[in-house]
Every structure is written in C-alpha cells, then in structure tokens.
C-alpha cells in the first residue's frame, strides 16, 4: 500500500531530522480591476469566490483542495508532501485558518483536512505580504471558511474511494444559521490487519483519517455579527516492519512496530462589528490542541502535546475619503508538553548525511512556554486614481529568547493605462525557530528566529476580454538559518547555530484564460534559483528544494449543462540530491552499511510531469441532484523518481544496491456527490 509506504518514510525523517493568486477580475470587465480602498458590510459571505471555484476545479483533486495549490507558479511539493514555495523550506510556510493559525492542513498519509465544499476563499501570498500576516518567512496560505447559508435544512452526501462526507446545513432563525461536516476515510474498508503490503511490511493498524467542522453564527442586527467554529483532524495508522523489509534492510533502527497517532483541535469565537460600510472590527479568540504521538523501531517513541491560546483585534478604519488604516494586536501563549526515547540525530536539510550527526538514544520529557505578542499597522492611501501606496509596520516579539523584530512592509500599485496594473512591494519577515532545534536538553535554546528580506515587481496586464496575464519578477535573501554543528566540532553541546544564509530569485508568469463559461483555464510557469551559504565550510550551495523550472497547465470544458471535463499537465525540473558513490561500515551496526555520499546537491533527479484528467456528470438520483465524478490521476503512468537510497543486499558483488524511490502510478477515482 503506497500510503503506508508513504508514512514509513515520513515518521523517518520526522525523526531525522505579491500574490501569484488568480486575479479576482470579473468576466464581463474588460479591464483588470483598480485597488480602491473599501469595507464590508455585515452580509454572509456563504459562497466561494471565483479565485476558489476556479482553484477546486483543478482536475484530479480527488476531493482534496491543497492538491491545487501546485498548479500555481512557484509551488512544488516536497518529498514529505508539504509545500515549498518559491526555494524557501517546508517549515518556512504558514497555514492560516480565518487569519489565525490552525493545526496542519496537511495530513502525513494523504490530503488534507479541508473540506471544499466550505471554503470561501483559499489564497496564496508568497513574498512581500502586508503587515497584517506575519510568523512566515515564507508563503502564507490564507484558508476563510464561508459562512453557513440562511436557507432550508439540507444535506450534501459524498462518497468516493478515498473519503466519505457529510454535511448538514440550514437556517435556525431569521438571523442564525449552522452547518456541520464530518468525513472519514474509505481504505480501511478495503484492507485488512495483518496484511502484508510487501516483503517485511504487515499492517497493524488500518489506517483511519477523519476530520470535522462545526460553524453556527448569529447575525442580531446589520451590525453585529458571532461566529462560532470547532473544526478537528486526526489519522492513525502503523505497520510492523521486519528484518526482510526494504526498511529493515536499510537502517535496523526501524525494525519493529512503526506507527502514527496524531490529532488537532480547534475552537474559535469571533465578533465582528460594523460600525460604518468601511469601518469594521474583529475580535477572534481561539484555542488549538495538537497531539501528536510517532512509535517505530525497539519501542522507541515521541509523544508531544502542544497547546495554542490566541486572542486577536483588528480593525479597519477610514481616516480620511483616500485613506484606510488597518490596525491590530494578537496574543498567543504556546505550551508544548513532550516526552520521548530515541536515537537523536542533529540535522537540517542542509546536510548530505545526517548519519555524521548520529547521537545516543536518550529519554526526555519536558514543558516548553512560550509567549508572543504582535501589534501590526497598515495604511492603504489611494495617492491618485491611478495611484495606491500601502505602508506598514508589523512588531513581533515573544519571550522564549526574548527577541522582538520590527518588519517594514510596503507595496505601490500605479495604473499607467486601464488595462495594466504595476506592483512593486518589499518586505522584510520572521518566524520562530523550530520548536525541536530549540528544546533544552536535545536543541539550542538560545537560538535566533529565522528572517528574510522580500522584493516583489508584478506586472498584470487584461490582454483581452478572455486572456489576462501576470508577471512576477523576486528575490528573497534569508538569514540566521539554523545550522546543525558536526559532533567533533560541538564540545558545547549546542546542536544548532543559527548563522546559515540563503537566497531564492526567480520569475514567474501566469496567462489564464477566462473563456466564455465553456471552458476556462491557466498556464503557470516560473524559473528560480536558490542557494545556501554555510560558514563552517565558507561553501555556497543550492538549495535541496530549488526547482528551476515549473510548468503547470489546467483546462476545464463545459460542452453543456450536464458534462464538465478538465485536465491539468504538471512538469518540473527534478530536485537535488547527493548521489551515493559507495558505501561504508555502519559502525552502530554489525553487518550494516551505510552510504557514502558523493558532491553535496550535485545531482538532479529526472524530469517530473504527470497528466490527470476529469470528468463530472450532473444527474439526478432518486430524484435527488447528484454528480458524478470519473478522474484518473497520473493517466500516463509516469514512474517519477522521488529520490535514491542504498540497500543492503547480499546477493550483489558490492554487498549492496541503489534502488529508486517513484511516486504514486496511475491512479483511477470515482466519487458520487448527492444533495438533499
């Protein structure tokens, strides 16, 4: 089972180690559309935006929203499954829920905790942001659940190969309404405990994900809106792996039960007043509970439990006719909680072999406390009108190192002509180190936050009353990175530095086609570079994650009222690596090897592209609407390479073998959506 397959390597290197979003045009404008300074008014806001219907009708979604995130320019997936946007780390990236941060968006095993059919609006930010978003060096994901319909109770049934869904929504009043979802998975209807996935691999446990969403809201008069939302996600899964097992072969740390049990929660109560069409606040507190509890090899484990309390004021106030002032404050007080027993390595994604950086096994647990505090303000000034300057500022500070950065934020837009808009932006940002680089006993409590400075220029042009384009040209500088010390060179016992620098560049350029509601579509292509200079070593390298060349290409045809059909091309330079050129004694362990490493990242795997293709089919079924669903993901069979890894083998001369890694072949879904 690939899943499974996919959650060993996962839980392995968990222990080891200006906007490029669809514009927002209408279609019957035939100019692209001016930055005015606005407000909202207290309406639900119950539907989608056309930037997110046209995100979700990406083909071979599956029913999992994130997956269309990698046909935007500059987003490639990593080869855990998490994002990387523009050459920068995984971990450099933020997923925000509401504008508040939520629990992981993306689940180890596969897909996502997001339901498509209740979100509002799902946005990518990859550099040079305002100062209301802030804790990323990198992209931000901006997720906004909508708000529930006031309309009859109805009820929306989703069954496909992968999940199962419910939901329930309607009006409780005149001025309340609620919706409620649950889904859960389908695979382990379709395997079995004890069953052997391949040589060496039994499933003890049937891997199982759920999640759920809650949303009740009251509207008592034009200018009072409550919200309230609990919204959850867990996955369990495990797999007892064997002397016999590839993994087994590989690295005998691993050989046992292999398992994952992790869990978030999440709780969140707003307050929203309007106190004029462009004068506007928001109160949101919440509460986020994440668990999270990995077992693998001779009982070895880690268990945390991380707590979030978040409190957040923003407000949105007109200073004069051209001027707007948004202003705000956020509290959050993180606990984590973690026990483990483990063979530690000290690693970043820096090294070729983290195996230099092997420690003892050790047991721990501890309690972690850390308090932030932000206050952020940004002015929107409409100069002419053809002319907006935003200016900001935000102040993040937090009292785990007692640091406080304050980051400048800007950006001009300038309308030469109607038809082409000019952005320039800059920015600089922080985040917080890694909570396991900066734990007492196992990690460098003094270590410094990680920061980057942004510089965005965009160029969006309405080519046409169908064709728009846009034109992204950046470059990101990235400083005190955290630097994992070679043993020999650490009598300190510090682990980490935080003295590593970076650079991502590149271009990108997005051509989408509005159509004429028949078919619509998007070229997205970007070119980028990226680098990391070490100073132990006073060597500069590329980055593990640089992919230069991006190509994604999505088309959706409606013939007619009742067929949709849509396909969608990706293809991407391969990332690097460091090629194995031999192997060595693994001194932990008789009879072992380990790999010897070649040039740091001078290798690139081959060329990645995969085509998926979609077709729906709206019906009726038992007199109720229904659609259907038929997609086949990786139609061509590709067999992408993943990555490379040395295997102990008797058999061959050398004592051993280079086998490849190769992603998911092709893949044949059928889903059943039915409303009632």
Same mark, same amino acid.
């Given at each position: 089972?690939?899943?499974?397959?996919?959650?060993?390597?996962?839980?392995?290197?968990?222990?080891?180690?200006?906007?490029?979003?669809?514009?927002?045009?209408?279609?019957?404008?035939?100019?692209? =559309?001016?930055?005015?300074?606005?407000?909202?008014?207290? /309406?639900?806001? *119950?539907?989608?935006?056309?930037?997110?219907?046209?995100?979700?009708? &990406?083909?071979?979604?599956?029913?999992?929203?994130?997956?269309?995130?990698?046909? +935007?320019? $500059?987003?490639?997936?990593?080869?855990?499954?998490?994002? &990387?946007?523009?050459?920068? #780390?995984?971990?450099?990236?933020?997923?925000?829920?509401?504008?508040?941060?939520?629990?992981?968006? &993306?689940?180890?095993?596969? $897909?996502?905790?997001?339901?498509?059919?209740?979100?509002?609006?799902?946005?990518?930010?990859?550099?040079?942001?305002?100062?209301?978003?802030?804790?990323?060096?990198?992209?931000?994901?901006?997720?906004?659940?909508?708000?529930?319909?006031?309309?009859?109770?109805?009820?929306?049934?989703?069954?496909?190969?992968?999940?199962?869904?419910?939901?329930?929504?309607?009006?409780?009043?005149?001025?309340?309404?609620?919706?409620?979802?649950?889904?859960?998975?389908?695979?382990?209807?379709?395997?079995?405990?004890?069953?052997?996935?391949?040589?060496?691999?039994?499933?003890?446990?049937?891997?199982?994900?759920?999640?759920?969403?809650?949303?009740?809201?009251?509207?008592?008069?034009?200018?009072?809106?409550?919200?309230?939302?609990?919204?959850?996600?867990?996955?369990?899964? $495990?797999?007892?792996?064997? =002397?016999?097992?590839?993994?087994?072969?590989?690295?005998?740390?691993?050989?046992?039960?292999?398992?994952?049990?992790?869990?978030?929660?999440? /709780?969140?109560?707003?307050?929203?007043?309007?106190?004029?069409?462009?004068?506007?606040?928001?109160?949101?507190?919440?509460?986020?509970?994440?668990?999270?509890?990995?077992?693998?090899?001779?009982?070895?484990?880690?268990?945390?439990?991380?707590?979030?309390?978040? !409190?957040?004021?923003?407000?949105?106030?007109? +200073? #004069?006719?051209?001027?707007?002032?948004?202003? %705000?404050?956020?509290?959050?007080?993180?606990?984590?909680?973690?026990?483990?027993?483990?063979?530690?390595? @000290?690693?970043?994604?820096?090294?070729?072999?983290?195996?230099?950086?092997?420690?003892?096994?050790?047991?721990?647990q501890d309690r972690l406390s850390i308090q932030s505090k932000t206050a952020f303000i940004n002015a929107e000034w409409q100069l002419h009108p053809s002319l907006q300057w935003v200016l900001g500022s935000r102040l993040e500070t937090?009292? @785990?190192?007692?640091?406080?950065?304050?980051?400048?934020?800007?950006?001009?837009?300038?309308?030469?002509?109607?038809?082409?808009? +000019?952005?320039? *932006?800059?920015?600089?940002?922080?985040?917080?180190?890694? +909570?396991?680089?900066?734990?007492?006993?196992? %990690?460098?409590?003094?270590?410094?936050?990680?920061?980057?400075?942004?510089?965005?220029?965009?160029?969006?042009?309405?080519? *046409?009353?169908?064709?728009?384009?846009?034109?992204?040209?950046? /470059?990101?500088?990235?400083?005190?990175?955290?630097?994992?010390?070679?043993?020999?060179?650490?009598?300190?016992?510090?682990?980490? !530095?935080?003295?590593?620098?970076?650079? #991502?560049?590149?271009?990108?350029?997005?051509?989408?086609?509005? %159509?004429?509601?028949?078919? #619509?579509?998007?070229?997205?292509?970007?070119?980028?570079?990226?680098?990391?200079?070490?100073?132990?070593?006073?060597? /500069? *390298?590329?980055?593990?994650?640089?992919?230069?060349?991006?190509?994604?290409?999505?088309?959706?045809?409606?013939? %007619?009222?009742?067929?949709? @059909?849509?396909?969608?091309?990706?293809?991407?330079?391969?990332?690097?690596?460091?090629?194995?050129?031999g192997a060595k004694p693994n001194p932990h362990y008789d009879g072992y090897l380990l790999p010897v490493y070649g040039e740091f990242n001078s290798k690139r795997l081959p060329y990645y592209h995969r085509l998926d293709v979609e077709?729906?089919?709206?019906?009726?079924?038992?007199?109720?609407?229904?659609?259907?669903?038929?997609?086949?993901?990786?139609?061509?069979?590709?067999?992408?390479?993943?990555?490379?890894? !040395?295997?102990?083998?008797?058999?061959?001369p050398d004592g051993y073998r280079i086998n490849k890694d190769v992603d998911l072949g092709i893949f044949p879904y059928v889903g059943m959506k039915l409303w009632f």
């Amino acid at each position: 089972m690939i899943t499974l397959s996919l959650l060993a390597a996962s839980i392995a290197a968990a222990v080891g180690s200006a906007s490029p979003n669809l514009p927002s045009v209408s279609k019957e404008s035939n100019q692209v =559309e001016r930055m005015e300074v606005t407000g909202r008014r207290n /309406q639900a806001q *119950s539907e989608p935006t056309e930037q997110t219907e046209r995100l979700l009708s &990406v083909a071979g979604l599956m029913g999992d929203p994130m997956e269309a995130i990698y046909t +935007l320019p $500059g987003v490639v997936q990593s080869p855990f499954g998490q994002p &990387v946007v523009r050459g920068t #780390s995984p971990d450099d990236t933020t997923f925000l829920l509401d504008s508040q941060r939520t629990g992981s968006l &993306v689940n180890v095993i596969y $897909g996502s905790a997001l339901n498509p059919e209740l979100l509002r609006d799902f946005t990518l930010h990859p550099a040079a942001y305002s100062a209301e978003y802030g804790w990323a060096t990198g992209g931000i994901f901006a997720a906004e659940l909508r708000d529930p319909r006031q309309q009859k109770p109805a009820a929306i049934l989703d069954l496909n190969m992968l999940r199962t869904s419910l939901l329930v929504e309607g009006a409780l009043s005149d001025n309340q309404s609620f919706y409620a979802g649950y889904r859960r998975s389908t695979m382990q209807y379709f395997i079995k405990n004890n069953e052997e996935l391949d040589q060496g691999e039994t499933i003890t446990r049937v891997p199982i994900l759920d999640d759920y969403q809650l949303r009740y809201q009251w509207r008592p008069g034009t200018q009072h809106k409550w919200t309230f939302t609990a919204l959850g996600a867990s996955e369990k899964a $495990g797999l007892n792996l064997s =002397e016999a097992s590839e993994a087994g072969r590989t690295n005998p740390e691993f050989i046992g039960d292999l398992f994952l049990n992790t869990s978030w929660h999440s /709780q969140q109560l707003s307050y929203e007043f309007f106190a004029a069409p462009r004068q506007h606040w928001i109160i949101r507190a919440a509460n986020l509970t994440e668990n999270e509890h990995f077992g693998y090899g001779d009982e070895q484990f880690i268990r945390s439990k991380t707590q979030r309390e978040q !409190l957040s004021l923003h407000w949105h106030q007109p +200073l #004069s006719t051209t001027i707007q002032l948004v202003t %705000g404050v956020e509290l959050e007080r993180l606990e984590l909680d973690y026990q483990f027993d483990a063979i530690l390595y @000290y690693c970043t994604d820096h090294q070729a072999d983290c195996d230099d950086n092997r420690g003892g096994r050790e047991r721990d647990q501890d309690r972690l406390s850390i308090q932030s505090k932000t206050a952020f303000i940004n002015a929107e000034w409409q100069l002419h009108p053809s002319l907006q300057w935003v200016l900001g500022s935000r102040l993040e500070t937090q009292n @785990y190192t007692n640091q406080s950065s304050l980051q400048p934020r800007t950006s001009i837009h300038w309308f030469p002509v109607p038809q082409l808009e +000019l952005i320039a *932006s800059a920015g600089r940002h922080q985040r917080l180190a890694d +909570l396991e680089k900066i734990l007492p006993r196992i %990690g460098n409590p003094e270590l410094d936050t990680p920061m980057a400075n942004h510089y965005n220029l965009a160029a969006k042009l309405q080519l *046409s009353h169908d064709w728009r384009l846009r034109l992204d040209l950046y /470059q990101q500088t990235m400083y005190r990175l955290a630097r994992a010390i070679p043993v020999e060179q650490d009598p300190q016992q510090l682990r980490y !530095l935080s003295d590593m620098r970076g650079e #991502s560049k590149g271009i990108e350029l997005l051509l989408e086609a509005l %159509g004429d509601g028949r078919w #619509s579509g998007w070229l997205a292509a970007s070119y980028s570079q990226s680098n990391r200079y070490d100073p132990n070593t006073e060597q /500069q *390298s590329r980055y593990r994650m640089e992919t230069p060349l991006v190509l994604s290409a999505v088309i959706n045809y409606r013939p %007619g009222n009742n067929w949709q @059909y849509a396909a969608v091309l990706t293809g991407r330079s391969g990332m690097l690596y460091s090629p194995i050129i031999g192997a060595k004694p693994n001194p932990h362990y008789d009879g072992y090897l380990l790999p010897v490493y070649g040039e740091f990242n001078s290798k690139r795997l081959p060329y990645y592209h995969r085509l998926d293709v979609e077709a729906k089919r709206s019906a009726s079924l038992f007199s109720y609407p229904a659609e259907f669903t038929f997609a086949i993901r990786n139609v061509l069979n590709q067999n992408n390479v993943s990555g490379y890894y !040395l295997l102990h083998d008797q058999q061959e001369p050398d004592g051993y073998r280079i086998n490849k890694d190769v992603d998911l072949g092709i893949f044949p879904y059928v889903g059943m959506k039915l409303w009632f």
